[in-house]
């Protein structure tokens, strides 16, 4: 096989295909769509989507799943924005390293029950998730955090130039190529591998699996911590229900990667093109002239469409016993 | 050739001394001993639940011991961890390849241990060549290091193993049933890589149930009963009766082959059944009374054609006829209620619902006609399961256990139960004996014969040549979807047999 | 031929001990909803008030009649969490049909109807293209809202036949016993009786613990998870046609979150999510909990939204707790 013919066989390859096709058709019909502001545009859009998938398939890698990524995302961006609140004089280090220290520590309680008392993670997910929504409210009393009573320095950042790309893009990228390299080169990334595709026979090849799922869902956790920040920063506004729903999108954009949803397959590069390619969809529907009330249905199409490709793809006819004329 | 062994240094490789293995309530093994010395392949032979995989789980360190000591060249050595005994170079290889099959060949045998580079990232080229080099060494050349492991036969992936034991200096290699799903070519094969690695001094424990093999391949044994030692020796000085004697304490009767039930009204007629991908054009009969076998080598098509039989999957040509009335199955249903049942050949995923009870098992297929209509009816049911229980002598302590904790014969006992009480006309047992010791297996086997006595007609699957040559009237050969020839076994020999499953004849 | 000619004997069952009653899951449930009544009596004296007890109920029960045939999907090894979406879309085409002029009858037709259509196609998908139910799901439910959101943006629908809305409102055997109660009672009883007192019952436990072990047993397996998540439509139609009458409004946003208490619900009372264990009677209680725990809240006027912390905190401590204390207080398989 040749390997464009290969490449486009990979869901990655049909992902940028799709995504490339679909950015230009929309191009074609609104030029403005085509321009660098738009890409910037979408990619900043994308970053935290991109960030999170990336976590999401590598909890997701090891049959598990994490829906508390969006309650924590809330709590820590919260955090951030009531200490950016009540003491606008912290450096902006400080409060984006209070959010990621809450979102590890969330991570950390999530991998304590998951890893070491070894609850089922979509069960810990459920109960964590409400706690953590309620704890923004327990912590904010109910009231929001709007853009005037954050300092400057902490709305600014996300959205500030750098080399023509916003921070947020640029952060979105650079976490994305880290956890390519991460699952390519390291030995952690590949234990996640093998401990997705065949639990029980990580014993005896000597992988600690404790260790490794605790640190997935740790890290999980920081880097949604990370994205609280960013999006509390990026929206300028805080309060309980931010991101709601968005541990779906996380999932979502896994599964169009191309990453099964049974553990062992897929690629970070898959989520992260599937978060891109998400975010596109919804970018190019107002261009379209689509009400913005279709984006849930059309999310919901993709994922509905993704999976069922995805199935074809590993469906197996019965074992080829006969021989094959030549 | 053979090269005679080196000898033995005073001390032998491995020494295992009154090893104790003791769970809550149970105590897996009583102080068993065991040694091992350089060159040698010793057999280490059983029943199940004799103690052989607590045994080989302590070598490996996956458990502690209890009590007792194992010594590597005299020294006392712990086993702390499967990285411990990796180390000490003790490598074990499963019945059930235990790997990834997504990954490749060189990531499996790398894994838990990935090979490093610069800023302690993973050294892809190195693996690769080196795993390359592994792969020449065993004279492999059918696949390479980065073919994916799905795609590799069951027999491949055991060479696989082989070489993940070679790739570091594994001294004592622990085979577990490796030959249970190999064809004889495959099995062949195989010890010729044994038998290598053997003459470059490695220590050989192999544990098997096939005596064909053991006394092929082995130059010593070691037998275990019940969790304790029960004797050893050099395999040229024995015979397979000494060693059944020493394994189950008592004699074994065989099975019998005489047989005056067979008629010659046709039961179940199979014309020109065809597959897509997994048989074609495939016609026999099984007469009322007869026990009608199925042979050839894994993966030829025997088990796909009775899947097609039952239902479960559709054929897209041909006819079949049961008692001379048209069946076409479309769904399992559909054959059990015509009178047809299959005792799959994986116990453990198809056959038995391990977190359910025995009764709960045995009642299944049946409950319709045990209830007679939509309310249950516990003492019906239990009525039911506690005969069929007792016909087959399950062991357990009561009809409410659950049948993952039975033993592997137990187990299939119930499922051979669940499948007589659904009072089947026919029943088609794929591998019914395989991965079960001797004692069961020849219970299994007198159990078959009296099927047949009762009036059913029996289809045997089976990859084990004496069974096959015990207990059939006639045998089907198939080889890559297709039917070689139906013979007679009583006037067919084993050559003759293995012959055709090879395409050899 | 036999090698020994011993009487064969194994009884049916090893005594149950008391301790073994104890360890159920159906014993921790009832002790903490025994905690719950009484710390509620004493923080407020509307709490032991037979007509407040019932009214309570009202606004649980829509969530509690999911909880049942939730149950039986978890315990056939799938999952659906499309539920509350479906009670979105099952809603807003109920105003539809309202506003379009219908009759309270056409109406309660239309929503029940959809909200089966939906739990079919969940099923179909399923069944006929093999796929995981939880990922098909999750498509499902951003669908099923999505479409609403399609029909009616942010507005709402509030122009309902006085009929209708009755169906929400009424109270039954002299003005204690809410409609949503009635049909929870019936619906739980129903629930116990083809669980536990039938043959498809079992064979679902079966399905269970091992689908192709059941499939290879003759059981029609894909038939089973058709019929469990068209049912799980139907019932969510139906939370939907009493919670739209009692509040008489239909928007895209409704029952947010629903999906996952429900969800959290069955857990809690004792339904492994791997799929088969679990008992009716266990729910029930998991359900009377939760709803006295939620009742008593509003008595003394804590937030919803602490409520959902406490239902997280019980979630996790009920599977927690068990482990810490090395007893197995796991769902019974009866």
Known sequence: MSAPTSLLRSREGQLIFFTAIFYFAVGIAS???????????????????????????????????????????ALSGMVGAL???????????????????????????????????????????????????????????????????????????PLDRLVGLSNLALIGIIISILAVLAMRYTRFGRELYAIGGNPEATDYVGINTRARLFTVYTLTGGLAGLCGYLWVARFAIAYTEIALGFELLTVAACVIGGVGIAGGTGTVLGAVLGALFLSMLQNALPVMGISPFWQLAVSGLAILAAVIVNSRGQRQKGMQILRVAH | MNN???????????????????????????????????????????????????????????????????????????????????????????????????????????????????????????????????????????FASN??????????????????????????????????????????????????????????????????????????FVVFRDGAFAGEGVLKETSEDELV????????????????????????????????????????????????????????????????????????????????????????????IRGLAYVPEDRQHCGAILNMSIRDNITLPSLTSITGGLKLNKGKENEFARRYASKLKVKAHSLQQLVGTLSGGNQQKVVIGKWLGAEPKVIILDEPTKGIDVGAKAMVHNFINELVESDLSVIIVSSELPEVMGLTDRIVVMREGLTRATLPTADTTQEDIVALAMGLK | MQANNNVYAIPDALPLQFLDRLRSREALLLALLLVVVVVNSMLSPYFLDLYNLADSTQNFSEKAIIVLSMALVIIGKEIDISVASIIALSGVLMGAAAASGLDTWMVVAVGLASGTLAGAVNGL????????????????????????????????????????????????????????????VLLAALAWLFLHLTIYGRRLYAIGNNPMAARYSGIKVDNYRLALLTLNGFVSALAAVLLVSRIATARPNMAGGWELEVITIVILGGVSIFGGSGRIPGVILAVLLIGMVQFGMQLINVPGIIMSIVTGVLLIASLVLPIVFGKLYAGSKR
């Open chain 2, 4 to 142: 005679k062994p080196a000898e033995s240094t005073e001390h032998p490789l491995l020494e295992v001394r009154n090893i104790v293995k003791e769970f809550p309530g149970v105590r897996a093994l009583d102080g068993v001993r065991l040694r091992l010395n350089t060159g040698e392949v010793c057999a280490l032979l059983g029943e199940n639940g004799a103690g052989k995989s607590t045994l080989v789980k302590i070598l490996t360190g996956v458990y502690q011991q209890t009590a007792g000591e194992i010594l590597m060249d005299g020294r006392p050595l712990s086993l702390h961890s499967a990285q411990e005994a990796w180390s000490a170079g003790i490598t074990a290889i499963h019945q059930e390849t235990i790997m990834f099959g997504e990954l490749s060949v060189a990531e499996n045998i790398f894994m838990g241990h990935h090979l490093t580079g610069r800023f302690g990232m993973v050294d892809w080229k190195t693996m690769y060549a080196r795993t390359e080099e592994l792969l020449s060494r065993l004279g492999i050349e059918d």
């Open chain 1, 31 to 73: 030029p403005s769509f085509l321009s660098l502001q738009t890409l910037d545009a979408i990619i900043t859009d994308s970053a935290i989507l991109m960030i999170m998938a990336s976590a999401q398939m590598m909890v997701i890698l090891t049959r598990g799943i994490d829906l508390t990524v969006a309650a924590n995302i």
């Open chain 1, 83 to 157: 200490i950016g609140m009540h003491w606008p004089n912290t450096p902006l280090t400080a409060i984006i390293g209070a959010s990621v220290l809450t979102g590890l520590s969330l991570g950390l309680l999530n991998a304590v029950f998951i890893a070491l008392f070894g609850i089922p993670s979509i069960v810990v997910s459920l109960g964590a998730m409400t706690i953590y929504r309620g704890m923004i409210f327990v912590l904010s009393s109910g009231q929001w955090v709007n853009a005037q009573e954050m300092p400057v320095s902490f709305t600014v950042f």
């Open chain 2, 147 to 220: 073919t994916p492991l799905k795609e590799l036969s069951v027999a491949q992936r055991h060479l696989v193993e082989v070489a993940k034991a070679l790739s570091h200096d594994t001294r004592i290699l622990i085979m577990d049933e490796p030959t249970a799903s190999l064809s004889q070519k495959e099995v062949d094969e195989l010890f010729v890589i044994v038998r290598k690695l053997r003459d470059e001094g490695k220590a050989i424990l192999f544990i098997s149930h096939r005596f064909n093999d053991i006394f092929a391949i082995s130059d010593n």
């Open chain 2, 245 to 336: 004697r020493m394994m189950a304490g008592r004699r074994v009767e065989h099975a019998h082959h005489d047989r005056s039930t067979v008629s010659e009204e046709s039961m179940l007629q199979v014309d020109q059944l065809n597959h897509a991908t997994e048989f074609k054009d495939i016609s026999f009969t099984l007469r009322r009374g007869e026990i009608l076998g199925f042979y050839g080598l894994v993966g030829s098509g025997r088990s796909e054609l009775m899947h097609a039989i039952f239902g479960l999957t559709k054929p897209v040509s041909g006819e079949m006829h049961l008692e001379g009335d048209p069946f076409s199955p479309e769904t399992p249903e559909d054959a059990i």
């Open chain 3, 125 to 184: 998908l399923v069944t006929r293209l093999a796929l995981p139910s939880i990922i098909v799901t999750i498509g499902t439910m951003s669908l099923y809202r999505g479409i609403a959101f399609i029909i009616l943006g942010d507005q709402a629908y509030t122009d309902f036949p006085a009929n209708f809305a009755a169906i929400g409102q009424t109270y039954f055997f002299g003005e204690l016993v809410p409609t949503q109660l009635l049909i929870f």
